[in-house]
T-cell receptor, first 108, second 112 residues
Framework: QKEVEQNSGPLSVPEGAIASLNCTYS??????FFWYRQYSGKSPELIMF????GDKEDGRFTAQLNKASQYVSLLIRDSQPSDSATYLC????????FGTGTSLTVIP | DAGVIQSPRHEVTEMGQEVTLRCKPI?????LFWYRQTMMRGLELLIY????????DSGMPEDRFSAKMPNASFSTLKIQPSEPRDSAVYFC??????????FGQGTRLTVV
């Protein structure tokens, strides 16, 4: 079992819609959670982090954390073609793990 | 700050040769990570350092791989001898205690 699991996609949404990306983790010792965006041929870029249960909003992005269910999600509102990328979920604590990423395509 | 700096950006080498990848972390960051990314396996953590000391090298695939961090501003990842299956993009990242990692541009390694 992988420590962090993501649906590899691809996920396609129309421009202006809400994109929902999901992630589960297996290490209950994980305390911090991150979402990275990676454009093709580029390096991962941190876009959101969350430490506590509940929602955290930053502009069009909302991260959601449910530690009881070991579940993390990222919502992207008003999706834009520029949001098309691979989104990597990561969990940190005593160890640090990345998921394999979900490919998102926003269709104009 | 210029961010995490890696060199070279691209490396093509023949099987059996030694390869050295270099990384300069963001000044003041006390954690440094080396990752390998392939289509098949995604982003894999190879090793990470805290205050120049290797903490976890369980991700290093085999003895052909070694990493050093002689000081707070420089780290190397060495592969000797290199094999075609080592072909990948190697990323270096650095962070503070909060684990918010900043990645370098990566080194694309091709072993022929």
């Amino acid at each position: 079992q992988k420590e962090v699991e993501q649906n590899s996609g691809p996920l396609s949404v129309p421009e202006g819609a809400i994109a929902s990306l999901n992630c589960t983790y297996s290490d209950r010792g994980s305390q911090s959670f991150f979402w990275y965006r990676q454009y093709s041929g580029k390096s991962p870029e941190l876009i959101m982090f969350i430490y506590s249960n509940g929602d955290k909003e930053d502009g069009r992005f909302t991260a959601q954390l449910n530690k009881a269910s070991q579940y993390v999600s990222l919502l992207i509102r008003d999706s834009q073609p520029s949001d098309s990328a691979t989104y990597l979920c990561a969990a940190g604590g005593n160890q640090f793990y990345f998921g394999t990423g979900t490919s998102l395509t926003v269709i104009p | 700050d210029a961010g995490v700096i890696q060199s070279p950006r691209h490396e093509v080498t023949e099987m059996g040769q030694e390869v050295t990848l270099r990384c300069k972390p963001i000044s003041g960051h006390d954690y440094l990570f080396w990752y390998r990314q392939t289509m098949m396996r995604g982003l894999e953590l190879l090793i990470y350092f805290n205050n120049n000391v290797p903490i976890d090298d369980s991700g290093m695939p085999e003895d052909r791989f070694s990493a050093k961090m002689p000081n707070a501003s420089f780290s190397t990842l060495k592969i000797q001898p290199s094999e075609p299956r080592d072909s990948a993009v190697y990323f270096c990242a650095s962070s503070l205690y909060d684990q918010k990692a900043f990645f370098g541009q990566g080194t694309r390694l091709t072993v022929v």
